[in-house]
């Protein structure tokens, strides 16, 4: 009897640690991180055409206006970590503007689960809002995409999205977005 009562206090206490452990992961993932920058930016409406005129600034000014993370994604091509980042999961309806100047990127039309744990879009609102390049950084050709406006980095580009109606996915920073319900 004794050994029944203590198999049971030895069950409620794994089944309390457990859960326990099950909350706080979800908790770590659950939690948006959310992108705001040190000096506001002012966001385009959701259907601006961008005039081609390019926005620079110094460095210095990119500094003060973002925040560490966001810097370290647009203005160094950083990458942030999966799963852990504002958007990936989000699934409102809205759209996502460049963190750097406001200019309308995504929408939630096009974004897909890619799984990835960084946002995932199979095509940007207007093509003509995204430049790229060809980075080698990680040892093999990849295609690099950024504002085509004030040339933040956003992300890469893969043609490894069968899924999706273009069969591209855009995977992007959440730190180099900004996202507005609709
Ligand atoms: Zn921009």
């Known amino acids: 009897m004794i050994i029944m009562r203590s198999l049971l206090v030895v069950c409620i ?10 909350q706080t992961a979800q908790k770590s993932t659950d939690q948006p991180v959310v992108s705001q920058t040190i000096v506001p ?13 390019t926005i620079e600034k110094p460095d210095s000014v990119w500094q003060k206006q973002l925040s560490p993370d966001q810097y370290y994604v647009i203005r160094q091509a950083g990458t942030e970590r ?22 309308p990127l995504f929408s939630s039309e096009h974004k897909f689960d890619s799984g990835t744990g960084w946002p995932s879009y199979y095509q940007p609102i207007r093509p003509e809002h995204i430049g790229s390049d060809t980075d080698l950084d990680i040892g093999y050709p990849r295609t690099e995409i950024h504002c085509a406006r004030c040339d933040a980095h956003l992300g890469h580009m893969f043609n490894d999205a069968p899924q999706t109606p273009t069969g591209n996915r855009y995977c992007i920073n959440s730190a180099a977005l900004i996202f507005k319900k609709e």
Do not use: M, R
Request: charged share 15%; proline share 4%; net charge negative.
């Open 41 to 53: 930016v002012q966001v385009e409406k959701p259907d601006y055409v961008w005039d081609g005129k």
């Open 82 to 103: 999966p799963f852990q980042n504002a958007y990936y999961d989000n699934h409102a309806k809205g759209i996502y503007y460049c963190v750097g100047c406001g200019l």
């Open 13 to 22: 206490i794994a089944t309390a640690i457990a859960t326990g452990c099950s």
